[in-house]
């Protein structure tokens, strides 16, 4: 088993910048991706970004690109997601999403294994 615990969620002014933390315990050898994600009211929980625990392999929605970086620190077993120039439809609850095994497509929640309990950000106009 793997445990997700998500933090550095907020209040912040668009063009502001927050990072999310996500550090997992527990079998963490075993993963083979890690992914952010995020729902906001009345949507579906959509793809934010991704990165393979073993090699430099990032992705990131299309939304997000050149705004959000997503990286890793594996002696703290802990991914970032660096989010700057906010806009007020980033405004969501943040998941961390740890998936088992590979597979080319990384925006599929159903893929991932594990989940953290969310945290919630919110960009202000």
């Known amino acids: 088993q793997v445990q997700l615990v998500e933090s550095g969620g907020g209040l912040v002014q668009a063009g502001g910048s927050l990072r999310l933390s996500c550090t997992a315990s527990g079998r963490t050898f075993s993963l083979d991706a890690m992914g952010w994600f995020r729902q906001a009211p009345g949507k579906e929980r959509e793809f934010v970004a991704a990165?393979?625990?073993?090699?430099?392999?990032?992705y990131y929605a299309d939304s997000v690109k050149g705004r959000f970086t997503i990286s890793r620190d594996n002696a703290k077993n802990t991914v970032y997601l660096q989010m700057n120039s906010l806009k007020p439809e980033d405004t969501a609850v943040y998941y961390c999403a740890g998936r088992l095994w590979y597979s080319s497509t990384y925006s599929v929640p159903h893929r991932y294994n594990y989940w953290g309990q969310g945290t919630q950000v919110t960009v202000s106009s």
């Open positions: 990165l393979r625990w073993s090699v430099v392999s990032t």
